[in-house]
């Protein structure tokens, strides 16, 4: 009988436990959303650099695949190992128009 009893004590502050912990985590939520509301809106900022991973999802390659275009890219500008290569510099290079590919990382963001 004794141990029916604790059983059902652990059960019972097992329960207590969970519903003050959703409190906090609904309180806190309030709190985040409220300073994001009285904050200022922030300036929307274009990327001028494309990475290997926007590459892969633009033209559907690899992402080795995509490392080995940026470097190809980067030799033939004449720039170092670890330099960027610009969105235009890119979008010249496949052949593509520069707001095509801003287009797609502009979609590729959102998702």
Same mark, same amino acid.
């Given at each position: 009988?004794?141990?029916?009893?604790?059983?059902?004590?652990?059960?019972?502050?097992?329960?207590?436990?969970?519903?003050?912990?959703?409190?906090?985590?609904?309180?806190?939520?309030?709190?985040?959303?409220?300073?994001? #509301?009285? #904050?200022?809106?922030?300036?929307?900022?274009?990327?001028?650099?494309?990475?290997?991973?926007?590459?892969?999802?633009?033209?559907?390659?690899?992402?080795?695949? #995509?490392?080995?275009?940026?470097?190809?890219?980067?030799?033939?500008?004449?720039?170092?190992?670890?330099?960027?290569?610009?969105?235009?510099?890119?979008?010249?290079?496949?052949?593509?128009?520069?707001?095509?590919?801003?287009?797609?990382?502009?979609?590729?963001?959102?998702?």
């Amino acid at each position: 009988m004794a141990k029916k009893k604790r059983i059902a004590a652990k059960k019972t502050a097992q329960v207590k436990k969970k519903a003050i912990a959703t409190k906090k985590k609904t309180a806190g939520k309030k709190k985040k959303t409220a300073k994001k #509301a009285s #904050a200022s809106p922030q300036p929307v900022t274009q990327r001028l650099v494309i990475h290997t991973n926007d590459i892969t999802k633009i033209l559907g390659i690899n992402i080795r695949t #995509a490392q080995r275009l940026l470097q190809t890219i980067r030799e033939e500008l004449g720039r170092k190992k670890k330099d960027y290569v610009s969105i235009k510099e890119f979008a010249d290079y496949v052949h593509l128009t520069e707001d095509e590919v801003k287009q797609n990382l502009s979609e590729l963001s959102l998702n």
